[in-house]
């Protein structure tokens, strides 16, 4: 797929929707957001793949148009089976597109899913959530947890992938600062950060590196952080054997 150039600019005071114009740059906007993005999402590939079992599910919670999912698609094919999960009407229907011939074959399904209603029933080698729990709100998150921890086979892992808070006011700004200069060396207006900003608050609500772990050993995860950078982090969180 092409990745359109994001130009997108939230008016004041609206807050973050996932709309037809996200949707429509949203891979681009991703790789311009998210520092070391294609580190983060070699590793996730990388880690998860280690995981995947045949005749499993491999589950993207809060798929949009289906880039983490991919990879995996691409690498394993139809020894299991594969589920997208989101609520964003535009973000399904890009990633029904991207996916078309493997959902006509049968082992790709993309579902319009609130995650505040858990996951449907699946038997999951292997759960994404990149990116995603940060828009769950926090009340419907450690449920959430629990379901994929319930819905995982013995052997099996959840890989998460937030941005978070800094241990202090200090830290937090320092990183938060960093992350914006950053945005701006790869070409969004400085106006264009600030409004985004703005329109995210409320919208995505991030924990420390510390509450995000908690939450998935509290499941009973096995839980390590395999990547940091600035003021996001992933863990990989294995279901172990008994």
């Known amino acids: 797929m092409t990745a359109t150039i994001d130009q997108t600019r939230p008016a004041d005071g609206s807050k973050w929707v996932?709309?037809?114009?996200?949707?429509?740059v949203f891979d681009n906007m991703l790789a311009r957001s998210?520092?070391?993005h294609d580190t983060m999402r070699q590793l996730v590939l990388d880690l998860g793949s280690r995981f995947v079992q045949d005749n499993t599910d491999v589950v993207d919670l809060g798929c949009s148009r289906g880039a983490a999912l991919q990879p995996f698609v691409d690498r394993f094919g139809n020894q299991c089976r594969y589920v997208g999960l989101d609520e964003s009407g535009p973000m399904i229907d890009a990633a029904r597109q991207r996916f078309a011939r493997e959902i006509d074959a049968g082992f790709v399904r993309i579902l319009d899913h609130d995650l505040r209603r858990g996951v449907p029933p699946v038997l999951a080698s292997l759960t994404l959530a990149v990116l995603t729990l940060q828009f769950v709100p926090i009340e419907y998150r450690q449920g959430l947890v629990a379901d994929v921890f319930r819905s995982t086979?013995?052997?099996?892992?959840?890989?998460?992938?937030?941005k978070t808070l800094g241990p202090d006011s200090a830290t937090q700004a320092l990183f938060v600062n960093r992350y914006h200069a950053l945005k701006r060396e790869n070409g969004y207006t400085a106006e264009q950060v600030r409004a985004k900003a703005e329109s995210l608050q409320g919208v995505l609500v991030p924990l420390t590196?510390?509450?995000?772990?908690?939450?998935?050993?509290a499941e009973g995860f096995k839980v390590s952080r395999f990547w940091q950078h600035l003021?996001?982090?992933?863990?990989?969180?294995?279901?172990?054997?008994?």
């Not at 996932?18 to 429509?24: E, L, P, R, T």
């Not at 086979?153 to 937030?162: P, Q, S, T, Y």
């Open 18 to 24: 996932f709309d037809s114009g996200v949707a429509s």
């Open 34 to 36: 998210i520092p070391g």
């Open 153 to 162: 086979r013995l052997g099996g892992a959840l890989i998460v992938v937030e």
């Open 209 to 217: 590196p510390e509450g995000n772990e908690q939450m998935l050993r």
């Open 231 to 242: 003021n996001f982090c992933g863990w990989l969180a294995i279901k172990e054997t008994r």
